[in-house]
C-alpha cells in the first residue's frame, strides 16, 4: 500500500459543574445514583491462539510472493481450510502484467457463507507478501516473510470463519483475500493492489453487493493503536463510528484511537470502488509511520502478539454478532 498524507487531530472535551447550596437549605434525601448498564458481549470468544496458528502456518510456508511455489503451496492450503468452515469457495484468477513487464498469476479466493442472504457483510485481507525488504540494511532484494503485513489479517479472518461455522449466524458474510497487494513501486501508479483492483472491476457475482467492508491489514503487532484512516473517513465514516465504537464497548479502547490519519492506497479503495463503504483497520501512526518491521525481514512471528489478534478478532466478531 502507498501512503498519501498525514494529518492528526485530537478532540478531547472536559466538563464540570459546581453545585452549591445554602447552609439554612434543608437537606434532601440522599438517592442512589443511576449507573449505566455494564456493556454486554454478545458474540462468541475469539480464540487468540487458533488466529496465531493461522497466522504461524502461513508464514511456515515461507514468502508468499504472488508466482512463487510458497504462493501456491499457502493458496491451496487457505482454500481447503476455508471449505471447511463457509458455504462456498470461489478462487477467482487471472493474469496481470505487472509494471515491469511481469506475468503474475493472481488468485483472489473469496469465500461466502449463507451465500443467498441479502443482508451481507465484507471482510478482506490479502494473503501475499513483498518481494523485497526495500525498507531494510541487509538483503534487501529477497522477499519477506510478511507476517504481520498480510498474514496477521488473514489469520484473523481464518479464525472468525472458524467461529461462525459453530455459532452460525442469520446475515451472508464474504472473506475475500486478496492477492497481489504488495508488489508496487512508489513511482508506479496502481502498482499496489492488484488483485483488489481486478476484483472491483470484475466482481465475483454480477452486482455484487455488501452493506460495508472491513479491511484487515497489519493487525497483530504488540501495543499497536489504530486510528481514522483518510479514506475510510471520506467513504466510509459511519462504519469508522460503528467500529471503533464496539471496540471502546469491549474495552478495547486504547488500541482504537480516534486519531485522524492520513490516506493509503490499500485495497480498500478498491473495495469502495466497488460501491461497498469500506474502511481500512491498519496500522500506521499520524506521522505517516509504519512500524519498524514493516516492508523488512524483521516482519516475523516474533512480532506477532495474540492480545492484539484477539483485539481485532474480538471487535470484529461483536460487529458480526450485534449486526443481526
Known amino acids: 500500500m502507498k501512503l498519501k498524507l498525514a494529518v492528526q487531530f485530537f478532540v478531547v472535551a472536559s466538563f464540570s459543574l459546581l453545585f452549591l447550596t445554602c447552609n439554612n437549605e434543608p437537606k434532601k434525601p440522599k438517592t ?8 454486554k458481549q454478545v ?3 475469539f480464540n487468540a491462539d487458533s488466529a496465531y496458528y493461522y497466522v504461524k502456518t502461513q508464514v511456515d510456508f515461507g514468502p508468499r510472493v504472488t508466482n512463487s511455489a510458497p504462493h501456491k503451496k499457502c493458496g491451496d492450503w487457505l482454500v481447503k481450510e476455508l471449505k471447511k468452515y463457509t458455504d462456498n469457495v470461489i478462487e477467482q484468477k487471472t493474469i496481470i502484467t505487472h509494471y515491469d513487464g511481469t506475468k503474475l498469476n493472481v488468485r483472489n479466493i473469496i469465500a461466502e457463507i449463507n451465500p443467498r442472504a441479502t443482508k451481507r457483510i465484507l471482510l478482506a485481507a490479502h494473503w501475499d507478501s513483498r518481494d523485497r525488504a526495500d525498507k531494510d540494511v541487509v538483503n534487501q532484494d529477497k522477499p519477506i516473510l510478511g507476517a504481520n503485513d498480510g498474514a496477521s489479517g488473514v489469520g484473523v479472518l481464518m479464525e472468525i470463519a472458524r467461529i461462525v461455522k459453530s455459532n452460525p449466524v442469520n446475515i451472508g458474510i464474504d472473506i475475500v483475500l486478496f ?7 512508489n513511482l508506479n501508479a ?14 465475483h457475482h454480477p452486482n455484487y453487493k ?4 472491513i479491511l484487515l491489514d497489519m493487525v497483530g503487532r504488540t501495543n499497536v493503536v489504530f486510528g481514522w484512516e483518510a479514506n475510510s473517513f471520506r467513504n466510509a465514516k459511519p462504519i469508522l463510528e460503528k467500529v471503533w465504537g464496539t471496540a471502546h464497548n469491549l474495552n478495547y479502547g486504547k488500541h482504537f484511537g480516534y486519531i485522524q490519519l492520513g490516506g493509503i492506497d490499500d485495497d480498500h479503495v478498491y473495495m469502495n470502488k466497488a460501491g461497498i463503504p469500506s474502511i481500512d483497520i491498519i496500522d500506521f501512526d499520524a506521522n505517516g509511520n509504519f512500524p519498524e518491521h514493516h516492508h523488512t525481514h524483521n516482519d516475523n512471528m516474533n512480532v506477532i502478539d495474540r492480545n492484539t489478534l484477539k483485539v481485532v478478532g474480538q471487535t470484529v466478531l461483536e460487529v458480526i454478532y450485534t449486526y443481526q
Open 190 to 203: 496502481n502498482s499496489y493492489c492488484l488483485g483488489s483492483q481486478f476484483w472491483s472491476a470484475n466482481l
Open 32 to 39: 442512589e445514583t443511576q449507573q449505566p448498564a455494564a456493556y
Open 179 to 185: 492477492d497481489a497487494e504488495d508488489l508496487g513501486n
Open 43 to 45: 458474540s462468541p470468544n
Open 210 to 213: 455488501a452493506d460495508f467492508g
